[in-house]
């Protein structure tokens, strides 16, 4: 039974993408949905070869302190199985509240869309890719 516990129903999909988990949030997350989701992800990665999970947040409009705790939350525990995780879609209305409220999303690389997120876990757990807008140091006069 995909998606089900004690009888509900998991709301967001959960799709698997080879090695990722995509998930894609639209709305708000309410309490028994991100118990569920979390569940949901923590599951699939224990019983798939699952290293990276991607929260595609393009379609979320407003990321308050319980969301920013949902998404760390998640993040902490993907990271505990082995599974990377990095946030994509973040609105800059979204960047600015998080900063306003002081969350920081430990453990939660970002990256701009899905396709860039995609890239950042092929990259491996310990490169990061050149950011293509930044000089490094080496490049400067």
């Known amino acids: 039974m995909t998606g089900a516990r004690r009888g509900h129903t998991s709301r967001v999909p ?3 993408l080879g090695e990722t988990l995509l998930i894609t949030l639209q709305g708000q997350l309410h ?3 991100a118990e569920q989701l979390q569940h949901d992800i923590t599951r699939r990665i224990a019983h798939s070869r699952v290293t990276g999970v991607v929260i595609d947040i ?3 409009d407003i990321v308050d302190s319980f ?3 949902v998404l760390a ?3 902490s525990s993907a990271r505990l199985m082995a599974a990377r995780t990095v946030l994509a879609g973040m609105r800059p209305a979204v960047a600015i509240t998080l900063v306003e ?3 920081t999303l430990p453990g939660l690389r970002t990256a701009l869309d899905v396709e860039r997120a995609m890239t950042l876990l092929e990259h491996g757990p310990s490169t990061d890719p050149p950011h293509p807008r930044r ?3 080496a490049d400067l006069p």
Do not use: C, T, W
């Open 14 to 16: 959960v799709l698997a």
């Open 135 to 137: 000089a490094h140091h």
């Open 31 to 33: 309490h028994s949905e």
């Open 101 to 103: 409220l002081g969350l």
């Open 73 to 75: 939350e998640i993040a």
């Open 67 to 69: 969301l920013g705790r």
């Open 58 to 60: 393009s379609g979320v």
